[in-house]
């Protein structure tokens, strides 16, 4: 432990060079005499709660020198006139710097061994409010934020169980970021707990740049060609909880508004609130409706094409379908286009401002539309079924899920091409195989509950229902 010196002009200096006073503009620091006594203030401007460092301060210049009189060690200050509920004295240097650099106000004393450290932080934060995603018609319209502890508060408000524990970590080997595991003591696996936990604590990352998915690369299985999300994200306090009541485990990032939801299995991408604001029969419909439509959309487009590739393998009810109309592209050739301009729309929304989104929806619909087909570069009947395609992957919650069926549609699109009816087979049997060879970051497994199988667990998944002692 690099301890902190007993010689007050030592930790001054020392602190004031690897803490950037004079350097750094926004490091606060300010020099006090506490009953006769020197002392110094660091603090970092803008995550320092004014009011309340300021009465303190001002408590502290008011002591007379019998106040402080016969105290060796700043713990004896801080249970004596530190009147902020969050104090600890530490002696680790390299502690103390860490947690200034976190927002806690550090405060050294001549003559007292040790520094205090006053989490008196305040970090700027926007309001709370309704997230982009996960909407609902009825329920709460509130959201977690970008900072760690309102998030726990509530997750609090609606789980009021002593059995509810917030474990805090640090993760990052330089920006030290707060990560934080919510979950009920008495109904968590504490195996997968631990599990978890050691993912955590040996994470080899400078930092966490891009919050919950810095976390999830840092600890998820060496899976790079496989696409399929191995967590579930929401930025839903009432989803979170609800999950945590289950037995699941909440893994909070600091600067990230969407919390992690583990352990994750690819059925459970098949839930969504909606299900649980309507009543069960309704609940049950969207669900199934979700699932199929979602499934559909994975193969609709190589299907289709594997059924006018070749004349005559259509019965005659179907003949509708074996006649796309002529375009200057093929028709394989017009499905990756339309796949990929549906993408770069996409990305080009993002970076549309608001005052301009609806010239370019309308700019998109006739790129998409008359224009392409007038000119003949796409057949309309390419554009309808992306069309379903491109509704389709709004209809579930997960934007990862919907980018890893994208991917495994144009594989399957492109296998179809080259091999015809066993390019089709082939790909469908390849999808099966990588879901059921896909790791999840922890857990049973990917595909839980159908291997290993529960029956039980099965039905509720595709049948929403009613509220009762195990269903939150």
């Excluded at 499934?295 to 004349?311: G, H, K, Q, R």
């Amino acid at each position: 432990m690099n301890r902190i010196s007993s010689n007050y002009e030592e930790n001054v200096q020392w602190f004031n060079d690897v803490l950037g006073a004079g350097r750094s503009c926004d490091m606060v620091c300010r020099d006090l005499y506490v009953g006769g006594r020197r002392a110094r203030f660091w603090v970092i401007d803008g995550f320092g709660g004014d009011a309340i460092l300021e009465r303190m301060g001002a408590f502290w210049l008011s002591l007379q020198p019998e106040a402080v009189q016969g105290l060796t060690e700043m713990q004896q200050f801080a249970d004596r006139y530190v009147t902020f509920m969050e104090v600890n004295v530490s002696y680790d240097r390299d502690d103390i710097v860490t947690s200034v650099l976190m927002g806690k106000s550090l405060l050294v004393m001549e003559g007292l061994s040790g520094a205090a450290l006053i989490d008196a932080k305040k970090y700027p934060s926007r309001s709370v409010g309704e997230p982009p995603d996960g909407k609902v018609l009825r329920g709460s319209h509130d959201g977690f934020i970008e900072a760690v502890v309102p998030n726990m508060a509530m997750l609090r408000r609606r789980i009021r169980d002593p059995h509810l524990t917030m474990e805090g970590l640090k993760v990052g080997q330089r920006t030290h970021s707060d990560v934080a595991l919510c979950y009920l003591d008495d109904r968590v696996d504490h195996a997968l707990l631990d599990e978890l936990r050691h993912k955590l604590q040996n994470i080899q990352a400078n930092s966490l740049t891009m919050a919950q998915e810095s976390v999830a690369e840092a600890i998820r299985p060496k899976q790079w060609y496989n696409p399929f999300p191995k967590v579930r994200y929401t930025e839903r306090p009432d989803t979170a909880a609800a999950c945590v009541m289950e037995g699941s485990i909440i893994l909070m990032v600091d600067n990230s508004a969407a919390v992690m939801i583990l352990p994750t299995t690819f059925f459970d991408f098949t839930q969504e609130a909606n299900d649980f604001y309507f009543p069960p029969l309704v609940g049950t419909y969207l669900r199934i409706l979700r699932v199929t439509v979602f499934l559909i959309s994975l193969l609709i487009t190589p299907a289709w094409y594997l059924m006018v590739s070749s004349p005559g393998r259509l019965p005659s009810w179907l003949d509708f379908l074996s006649s796309p109309e002529p375009a200057a592209l093929s028709l394989l050739s017009q499905l990756l286009v339309v796949e990929f301009l549906i993408d770069v729309l996409k990305l080009a929304s993002l970076n549309t401002p608001d005052t301009l989104s609806n010239s370019f929806s309308m700019l998109g619909a006739l790129i998409l539309g008359d224009f392409a087909v007038q000119a003949g570069w796409l057949g309309p009947e390419v554009l309808v079924y992306m069309a379903f395609v491109s509704v389709a992957g709004f209809a579930q919650p997960s934007y990862e899920l919907g980018y890893a069926f994208k991917l495994l549609r144009v594989a399957l699109l492109l296998l179809t091409a080259a091999f015809d009816v066993w390019g089709f087979c082939l790909g469908f049997v390849g999808i099966l195989v990588l879901l059921a060879t896909t790791k999840p970051l922890v857990g049973h497994g990917y595909l839980y509950p159908l291997i290993p199988f529960n029956g039980k667990a099965i039905r509720r998944l595709l049948v929403r229902e009613p509220i009762n002692r195990d269903n939150t």
